[in-house]
Protein backbone atom coordinates (compact mmCIF):
# COMPACT_ATOMS: atom_id res chain seq x y z
CA UNK A 1 0.00 0.00 0.00
CA UNK A 2 1.73 3.71 -0.90
CA UNK A 3 2.69 5.79 1.82
CA UNK A 4 0.35 8.50 2.49
CA UNK A 5 1.45 11.91 1.12
CA UNK A 6 1.33 15.02 1.76
CA UNK A 7 -0.14 18.47 0.01
CA UNK A 8 3.43 18.84 -1.13
CA UNK A 9 3.61 15.36 -2.46
CA UNK A 10 6.29 13.55 0.06
CA UNK A 11 5.22 10.60 2.26
CA UNK A 12 3.94 11.27 5.65
CA UNK A 13 4.81 7.76 6.98
CA UNK A 14 8.53 8.58 5.48
CA UNK A 15 10.85 7.84 8.08
CA UNK A 16 12.17 10.92 9.96
CA UNK A 17 16.27 12.22 10.61
CA UNK A 18 17.86 14.48 12.21
CA UNK A 19 20.86 15.77 11.23
CA UNK A 20 22.04 18.87 13.28
CA UNK A 21 22.58 22.16 10.86
CA UNK A 22 26.04 23.68 10.63
CA UNK A 23 26.60 26.26 12.67
CA UNK A 24 26.00 29.63 10.46
CA UNK A 25 22.45 28.12 10.55
CA UNK A 26 21.86 27.08 13.72
CA UNK A 27 22.79 31.17 14.20
CA UNK A 28 20.41 32.45 11.82
CA UNK A 29 17.74 29.94 13.13
CA UNK A 30 18.45 30.66 16.59
CA UNK A 31 18.56 34.72 16.02
CA UNK A 32 17.05 35.71 12.90
CA UNK A 33 14.51 32.74 12.76
CA UNK A 34 15.32 31.86 9.52
CA UNK A 35 13.73 29.13 7.96
CA UNK A 36 16.31 25.82 7.68
CA UNK A 37 16.73 23.57 4.48
CA UNK A 38 14.69 20.63 4.08
CA UNK A 39 17.84 18.41 5.23
CA UNK A 40 17.90 20.10 9.11
CA UNK A 41 13.92 20.44 9.86
CA UNK A 42 13.26 17.67 10.81
CA UNK A 43 15.90 18.09 13.36
CA UNK A 44 14.19 21.81 14.32
CA UNK A 45 11.12 19.85 14.94
CA UNK A 46 12.94 17.85 17.58
CA UNK A 47 14.10 21.06 18.67
CA UNK A 48 10.76 22.74 19.55
CA UNK A 49 10.59 19.47 22.28
CA UNK A 50 13.82 20.03 24.03
CA UNK A 51 13.80 22.26 27.61
CA UNK A 52 16.06 24.59 25.73
CA UNK A 53 13.74 25.71 23.05
CA UNK A 54 11.51 27.88 25.47
CA UNK A 55 14.39 29.84 26.80
CA UNK A 56 16.13 30.66 23.60
CA UNK A 57 12.82 31.63 21.62
CA UNK A 58 12.01 34.03 24.64
CA UNK A 59 15.01 35.29 24.30
CA UNK A 60 14.71 36.11 21.00
CA UNK A 61 11.76 37.66 21.27
CA UNK A 62 13.12 39.97 24.12
CA UNK A 63 16.29 40.61 21.77
CA UNK A 64 14.16 42.20 19.29
CA UNK A 65 12.17 44.06 21.33
CA UNK A 66 15.04 45.63 23.18
CA UNK A 67 16.30 46.16 19.49
CA UNK A 68 13.11 47.63 18.53
CA UNK A 69 13.28 49.99 21.82
CA UNK A 70 16.70 51.04 21.20
CA UNK A 71 15.26 52.21 17.74
CA UNK A 72 12.83 53.97 19.41
CA UNK A 73 15.46 55.82 21.21
CA UNK A 74 18.43 56.67 19.24
CA UNK A 75 15.20 58.46 16.68
CA UNK A 76 13.35 60.17 19.37
CA UNK A 77 16.50 61.57 20.87
CA UNK A 78 17.40 62.79 17.15
CA UNK A 79 14.02 64.29 16.33
CA UNK A 80 13.41 65.08 19.79
CA UNK A 81 15.00 64.58 22.51
CA UNK A 82 15.83 61.45 24.40
CA UNK A 83 13.34 59.77 26.60
CA UNK A 84 13.08 59.77 30.23
CA UNK A 85 14.75 56.96 32.15
CA UNK A 86 11.53 56.28 34.23
CA UNK A 87 9.86 55.55 30.50
CA UNK A 88 12.92 53.35 29.72
CA UNK A 89 12.61 51.45 32.76
CA UNK A 90 8.57 51.14 32.06
CA UNK A 91 9.20 50.11 28.23
CA UNK A 92 12.14 47.58 29.78
CA UNK A 93 9.97 45.64 31.99
CA UNK A 94 6.78 45.55 29.81
CA UNK A 95 8.75 43.95 26.48
CA UNK A 96 10.45 41.55 29.49
CA UNK A 97 6.70 40.42 30.54
CA UNK A 98 5.93 40.11 27.02
CA UNK A 99 8.75 38.16 26.78
CA UNK A 100 8.44 35.93 29.40
CA UNK A 101 4.00 35.68 29.05
CA UNK A 102 4.47 33.82 25.58
CA UNK A 103 3.08 30.65 25.93
CA UNK A 104 5.36 27.30 24.42
CA UNK A 105 2.09 25.94 22.42
CA UNK A 106 2.00 28.83 20.51
CA UNK A 107 5.51 29.28 19.86
CA UNK A 108 6.09 25.59 19.05
CA UNK A 109 2.94 26.20 16.86
CA UNK A 110 4.58 29.18 15.30
CA UNK A 111 7.69 27.61 14.56
CA UNK A 112 6.99 24.21 12.78
CA UNK A 113 4.46 26.32 10.44
CA UNK A 114 7.58 28.59 9.44
CA UNK A 115 9.49 25.77 9.30
CA UNK A 116 7.15 23.93 7.65
CA UNK A 117 7.10 20.53 9.44
CA UNK A 118 4.64 18.66 11.85
CA UNK A 119 5.49 17.98 15.32
CA UNK A 120 7.35 14.94 14.14
CA UNK A 121 9.58 16.45 11.62
CA UNK A 122 7.50 15.39 8.67
CA UNK A 123 6.69 18.12 5.98
CA UNK A 124 3.71 19.98 5.27
CA UNK A 125 2.46 22.45 2.95
CA UNK A 126 3.16 26.16 3.85
CA UNK A 127 0.45 28.18 4.63
CA UNK A 128 -0.25 32.22 5.70
CA UNK A 129 3.37 33.46 6.71
CA UNK A 130 5.11 30.22 5.80
CA UNK A 131 4.92 31.16 1.96
CA UNK A 132 7.17 33.02 1.78
CA UNK A 133 11.06 32.42 1.15
CA UNK A 134 13.94 33.21 3.49
CA UNK A 135 14.72 35.97 1.32
CA UNK A 136 11.21 37.22 0.87
CA UNK A 137 10.82 37.62 4.68
CA UNK A 138 13.77 39.34 5.28
CA UNK A 139 12.44 41.82 2.52
CA UNK A 140 9.56 41.96 4.22
CA UNK A 141 11.08 42.43 7.54
CA UNK A 142 13.54 45.27 6.50
CA UNK A 143 10.62 47.04 5.07
CA UNK A 144 8.40 47.07 8.01
CA UNK A 145 11.30 48.02 9.95
CA UNK A 146 11.67 51.20 7.19
CA UNK A 147 8.06 51.84 8.02
CA UNK A 148 8.07 51.59 11.92
CA UNK A 149 11.14 53.71 11.91
CA UNK A 150 9.31 56.55 9.64
CA UNK A 151 6.32 56.10 11.86
CA UNK A 152 8.26 56.56 14.98
CA UNK A 153 10.36 59.78 13.21
CA UNK A 154 7.13 61.30 12.45
CA UNK A 155 5.68 60.48 16.16
CA UNK A 156 9.28 61.96 17.21
CA UNK A 157 9.10 65.25 15.28
CA UNK A 158 5.32 65.78 16.09
CA UNK A 159 6.49 65.59 20.03
CA UNK A 160 8.52 68.57 18.91
CA UNK A 161 7.84 71.94 21.19
CA UNK A 162 8.12 75.34 19.91
CA UNK A 163 9.49 78.46 21.39
CA UNK A 164 11.44 78.20 24.59
CA UNK A 165 9.96 75.05 25.40
CA UNK A 166 12.17 73.52 22.05
CA UNK A 167 15.21 75.03 23.76
CA UNK A 168 17.56 72.51 25.16
CA UNK A 169 18.27 72.04 28.86
CA UNK A 170 22.10 73.09 30.31
CA UNK A 171 24.07 72.69 33.29
CA UNK A 172 25.44 75.96 34.50
CA UNK A 173 29.18 76.65 34.11
CA UNK A 174 31.17 75.82 37.55
CA UNK A 175 31.51 80.01 37.48
CA UNK A 176 27.74 80.58 38.17
CA UNK A 177 27.33 77.48 40.44
CA UNK A 178 29.89 79.34 42.81
CA UNK A 179 28.42 82.73 42.44
CA UNK A 180 25.11 80.59 43.51
CA UNK A 181 26.63 79.42 46.42
CA UNK A 182 28.27 82.08 47.54
CA UNK A 183 25.52 84.09 47.66
CA UNK A 184 23.60 81.48 50.28
CA UNK A 185 22.00 83.20 52.91
CA UNK A 186 23.36 80.12 55.05
CA UNK A 187 26.65 77.97 53.69
CA UNK A 188 24.69 74.60 55.29
CA UNK A 189 22.46 75.11 52.33
CA UNK A 190 22.95 72.20 49.84
CA UNK A 191 22.55 73.32 46.13
CA UNK A 192 21.75 70.34 43.84
CA UNK A 193 20.90 69.42 40.01
CA UNK A 194 21.18 72.40 38.53
CA UNK A 195 19.81 73.37 35.10
CA UNK A 196 19.64 76.37 33.26
CA UNK A 197 17.38 77.79 29.88
CA UNK A 198 18.88 80.12 27.69
CA UNK A 199 16.26 82.94 26.66
CA UNK A 200 16.71 86.38 24.95
CA UNK A 201 19.62 88.26 26.82
CA UNK A 202 18.63 85.91 30.04
CA UNK A 203 19.23 82.63 31.75
CA UNK A 204 16.67 80.96 33.79
CA UNK A 205 18.66 79.08 36.42
CA UNK A 206 16.64 76.02 38.70
CA UNK A 207 17.94 73.95 41.54
CA UNK A 208 16.94 71.70 44.52
CA UNK A 209 18.02 72.88 47.66
CA UNK A 210 17.90 72.06 51.80
CA UNK A 211 19.39 73.00 54.80
CA UNK A 212 19.66 70.27 57.40
CA UNK A 213 17.15 68.39 57.60
CA UNK A 214 14.46 70.64 55.88
CA UNK A 215 12.43 68.89 52.57
CA UNK A 216 14.13 69.62 50.00
CA UNK A 217 12.72 72.40 47.97
CA UNK A 218 13.23 74.22 44.74
CA UNK A 219 15.28 77.52 43.90
CA UNK A 220 14.72 79.63 41.26
CA UNK A 221 17.22 82.65 39.63
CA UNK A 222 17.93 84.46 36.63
CA UNK A 223 21.34 85.69 35.16
CA UNK A 224 21.37 88.91 32.99
CA UNK A 225 24.53 89.90 31.88
CA UNK A 226 26.98 89.15 34.79
CA UNK A 227 24.33 89.29 37.31
CA UNK A 228 22.32 87.18 38.77
CA UNK A 229 19.01 88.27 40.25
CA UNK A 230 16.16 86.52 42.29
CA UNK A 231 12.64 86.21 40.95
CA UNK A 232 10.65 89.55 41.41
CA UNK A 233 7.65 87.94 43.51
CA UNK A 234 8.01 88.47 47.35
CA UNK A 235 7.28 85.09 48.05
CA UNK A 236 9.68 83.74 45.66
CA UNK A 237 12.47 85.97 47.22
CA UNK A 238 10.90 84.87 50.67
CA UNK A 239 11.78 80.96 49.92
CA UNK A 240 15.04 81.43 48.19
CA UNK A 241 17.67 80.31 49.86
CA UNK A 242 20.21 83.32 48.28
CA UNK A 243 19.81 86.78 48.69
CA UNK A 244 20.78 88.53 45.35
CA UNK A 245 18.91 91.50 44.60
CA UNK A 246 15.32 90.70 42.63
CA UNK A 247 15.09 91.30 38.81
CA UNK A 248 13.86 94.52 37.54
CA UNK A 249 9.94 93.94 35.80
CA UNK A 250 10.42 92.53 32.19
CA UNK A 251 7.73 90.30 30.11
CA UNK A 252 6.45 87.89 33.27
CA UNK A 253 4.98 85.47 30.24
CA UNK A 254 8.58 84.52 28.66
CA UNK A 255 10.51 84.66 32.18
CA UNK A 256 6.91 81.98 33.47
CA UNK A 257 7.77 79.88 29.96
CA UNK A 258 11.61 79.87 30.63
CA UNK A 259 11.36 78.68 34.23
CA UNK A 260 8.73 76.28 33.25
CA UNK A 261 11.17 74.52 30.90
CA UNK A 262 13.97 74.48 33.07
CA UNK A 263 11.72 72.98 35.65
CA UNK A 264 10.54 70.05 33.66
CA UNK A 265 14.59 69.94 32.84
CA UNK A 266 14.93 69.24 36.63
CA UNK A 267 12.45 66.97 37.25
CA UNK A 268 13.26 64.89 34.26
CA UNK A 269 16.62 64.23 35.89
CA UNK A 270 15.06 63.45 39.78
CA UNK A 271 11.54 64.40 40.99
CA UNK A 272 11.27 66.75 43.88
CA UNK A 273 11.14 64.28 46.99
CA UNK A 274 8.35 64.74 48.92
Not at 85 to 110: D, E, G
Not at 130 to 148: D, K, M, P, S
Request: net charge positive; proline share 7%.
Amino acid sequence: MPAARSADGIGQNAPVTHPAPPRPWLIAYRVLGLRLPPEYRAWAAADTQTKAFLNWRIGRTALWLYAGLGLYYVIQSRMHEPPTSAKLLQAFFIISALALLSSKNTLVRKTLRWQRVDRHGRPVAPKRLAILENREAIVAGTAFVVLLASGMAVYAYGLRPTGIQAIKCRTPNGETMDRIRAGLKTQETKITLARSIPYGDATAIVAYHATGTEKETIAFWIMQGDQLFEVNEAEAIKRSPTKFEPLPRRDDRIVAEAFLRAYTCLTKVRPLKQ
